[in-house]
């Protein structure tokens, strides 16, 4: 069966700080791999979306950035976090069903 | 660009009391998925709709898929307290998936 991992499950940074998160999937080859980004009390955001190794499409401007430097890995980095960046990441992937199944998703606070 | 609307944003029900949420897409879609996220939690998928006109239904929950496919709601008859959450619909667009801003659900016992 499938399984997706994320980590941390919490994190918190200084602004100004860089940043990396990592997102693996297991038992499943070339799915189509999303972040999402949650504020608090609030919807998801898509922030990038990525259809195989290498190729990122990025929904919205920002100071985030996105690598997929493997099959089933995603990560999500920043160099320099805001305070708006805070919230709750998650990272999510599909096969053609288009079922998305979500990871256990990222806390993080910037201070 | 695509939005998907969700309304009521919040939602207090006594234990026992119907409880419904509607999606409303700018754009035809081609399928729509229903979530559901416990506080604290991520979200997990309910159920996907891809026929115009669809209606499925999981025990007390029923789902609809709009003629035009560019609305759809969730209705929960009977609310029980594991019910408590927000749900979020989804509409698929070519590998994106564009979320509503979800309903938030409380269940008083």
């Known amino acids: 069966s499938q399984t997706i991992h994320q980590w941390p499950a919490t994190l918190v940074q200084p602004v100004g700080s860089p940043l990396s998160l990592e997102c693996t999937v297991e038992?499943?080859?070339?799915?189509?791999l999303y972040w999402y980004r949650q504020a608090a009390g609030r919807g998801l955001q898509l922030l990038f979306y990525?259809?195989?190794?290498?190729?990122i499409s990025s929904e919205v401007p920002q100071n985030l950035s996105a690598s997929r430097p493997q099959d089933r890995q995603f990560i999500l980095s920043s160099k320099k976090l805001l305070l708006s960046d805070s919230g709750f990441y998650l990272c999510?992937?599909?096969?053609?069903?288009?079922?998305?199944?979500f990871g256990p998703g990222t806390r993080l606070t910037v201070l | 660009g695509q939005q998907v609307m969700q309304i009521p944003q919040y939602q207090h029900v006594q234990e026992g009391e119907d409880f419904t949420t509607y999606c409303n897409s700018s754009?035809?879609?081609?399928?729509i998925q229903w979530y559901k996220q416990r506080p604290g939690g991520h979200p997990v998928f309910l159920i996907q709709?891809?026929?115009?006109?669809e209606v499925k239904k999981q025990k007390r929950l029923t789902f609809q898929f709009g003629e035009a496919k560019k609305n759809s709601s969730l209705h929960i008859t009977a609310t029980q307290t594991t019910d408590v959450g927000t749900y979020f619909c989804a509409g698929d667009n070519f590998n994106k998936f564009y979320f509503g801003s979800g309903t938030k659900l409380n269940v008083k016992p």
């Open positions: 709709l891809v026929k115009s006109g």
């Open positions: 999510a992937w599909t096969e053609t069903s288009a079922t998305q199944y």
């Open positions: 038992g499943t080859s070339n799915p189509n």
């Open positions: 754009t035809t879609l081609s399928n």
């Open positions: 990525s259809v195989g190794i290498g190729q």
